[in-house]
C-alpha cells in the first residue's frame, strides 16, 4: 500500500507591491500613443493608474472624468496614463466609442497589457477580487521616477476625481515647502508646520506667527 502523502496545494504568492519612497519598476509596453516607458515620462509627475476592463460602465464614467480633470493635471506638470490587460485594438475601438458617445476625447495614452506584465509589477492584479481584471489602483510617481502615493478601490466603486486632484495639489506643496497637510486639506487651507527637532525649537513656537496650539501641533498659511 502506497502510504506517500502529497503535498498539499499552496495558493500563489501574491504580486509584491511597489513601495512608497521607492523607485517606481521600470516597464516599456504598447499604448495608444506608440510605444512608451516610465523614462519616458521622467522630469515629469505622472499618474498612473489601471481600470479593470474597456467597455464596462464605470471605467467609461472614469475615463470621461480623467479627461476633465487631464488639462488641469497637466497645468501641475502631471502626466495620465492608463492600463488595463484589453489589447491595443479593444482600447482604441472603446476610446472611439466614449468620444462618439459622449463626446469626449481621451487625450492621454492607454497601456495595452494582455501579457499582465506591467500589471504584476505595480500589483494592479487583485486575485481575491478578480483573476480576468486589474483593479481599480492609481500610482503618484514624481519626477524621479519615485512612487510618492497609492490609492486602490474596488471594481464596483468609481474613483473620485477630486482626490485625484487634492492628492496631487497634497504632494506638490509639500515638496515646495517642506510641511504636512491635514485632514480633508484643500488647496488655501491652512498647512501643518514640521515638529521641532530641539528643545530651543519648541520653546520658540509659540512666538513665531504660527497658528499655535501647542509646541508639537502648529498650522500656518503658505503664499506661492
Known sequence: MDTTIAPTPTAPAPAALPRLGAPAPVFEAETTHGRLSLEDFRGRWLVFFSHPADFTPVCTTEFVEFARIAPALR???????????????????WTQTIKEKFGVEIPFPIVADSDRK????????????????????????????????????PLTTGRSMEEVLRVVDALLVTDKHKVATPANWKPGDKVIVPAPRTVEDAAARKDAGYDYVDWWFC???IKD
Open 75 to 93: 497645468e501641475r506638470g502631471v502626466e495620465l496614463l492608463g492600463l488595463s490587460i484589453d489589447s491595443i485594438y479593444s482600447h482604441i475601438a
Open 219 to 221: 498650522r500656518t498659511e
Open 118 to 153: 506591467v500589471a504584476e509589477l505595480y500589483g494592479m492584479m487583485m486575485p481575491d477580487q478578480s483573476g480576468t481584471e486589474t483593479s481599480r489602483a492609481v500610482f503618484f510617481i514624481d519626477p524621479a521616477g519615485i512612487v510618492r502615493a497609492m490609492i486602490y478601490y
